[in-house]
C-alpha cells in the first residue's frame, strides 16, 4: 500500500513565488497554494497540512497576523517562514510566534527543499 503524500500549503501573493515553491515541492508533497492569510486560515480550516510555508507580506492577512490567528485557534502546524522582509525584531517576532525556519527572498531553491523536507521528517 502506497503511503500518502504530506500536505504543504503555501501562502504568498506572488503568483510566480506560489509556481517556483510548488513544482519544487510537488514530486514530494501535495501542494496547495493560496494567494493570502485569508485564504490560507480558510483551508487550514478545512484540511488538514503537515506545513506551512508562508510570506509575511500579502494583502488581508500578511504572515505575521496569520501566524497570531494560528496561535490563538490552537492551530498547531510547522511554519516555513519565506519573505523579501528581514529585520531583527521582524525576525524575532516570527520566532516567538512558532516559525520553525526563516528564509529570506531570493531563496535558494535547495535550501527550500531542504528545509521543508527536514520540517516534514520531525512529523
Same mark, same amino acid.
Given at each position: 500500500?502506497?503511503?500518502?503524500?504530506?500536505?504543504?500549503?503555501?501562502?504568498?501573493?506572488?503568483?510566480?513565488?506560489?509556481?517556483?515553491?510548488?513544482?519544487?515541492?510537488?514530486?514530494?508533497?501535495?501542494?496547495?497554494?493560496?494567494? *493570502?492569510?485569508?485564504?490560507? #486560515? $480558510? !483551508? %487550514? =480550516?478545512?484540511?488538514?497540512?503537515?506545513?506551512? +510555508? @508562508?510570506?509575511?507580506?500579502? &494583502?488581508?492577512?500578511?504572515?505575521? *497576523?496569520?501566524?497570531?490567528? #494560528? $496561535? !490563538? %485557534? =490552537?492551530?498547531?502546524?510547522?511554519?516555513?517562514? +519565506? @519573505?523579501?522582509?528581514?529585520? &531583527?525584531?521582524?525576525?524575532?517576532?516570527?520566532?516567538?510566534?512558532?516559525?520553525?525556519?526563516?528564509?529570506?527572498?531570493?531563496?535558494?531553491?535547495?535550501?527550500?527543499?531542504?528545509?521543508?523536507?527536514?520540517?516534514?521528517?520531525?512529523?
Amino acid at each position: 500500500m502506497a503511503e500518502t503524500k504530506k500536505r504543504v500549503l503555501i501562502a504568498d501573493d506572488e503568483i510566480e513565488i506560489r509556481e517556483i515553491l510548488k513544482d519544487l515541492l510537488e514530486d514530494v508533497v501535495e501542494v496547495t497554494c493560496v494567494e *493570502n492569510g485569508a485564504q490560507a #486560515l $480558510n !483551508e %487550514l =480550516g478545512s484540511r488538514t497540512y503537515q506545513l506551512l +510555508i @508562508t510570506d509575511y507580506n500579502m &494583502p488581508e492577512v500578511n504572515g505575521m *497576523n496569520l501566524l497570531k490567528r #494560528l $496561535n !490563538e %485557534l =490552537g492551530v498547531e502546524i510547522p511554519v516555513i517562514w +519565506i @519573505t523579501g522582509r528581514s529585520n &531583527p525584531t521582524l525576525v524575532t517576532d516570527a520566532w516567538n510566534e512558532g516559525v520553525v525556519d526563516y528564509l529570506e527572498k531570493p531563496f535558494n531553491l535547495d535550501q527550500v527543499r531542504k528545509s521543508v523536507l527536514r520540517c516534514l521528517s520531525m512529523i
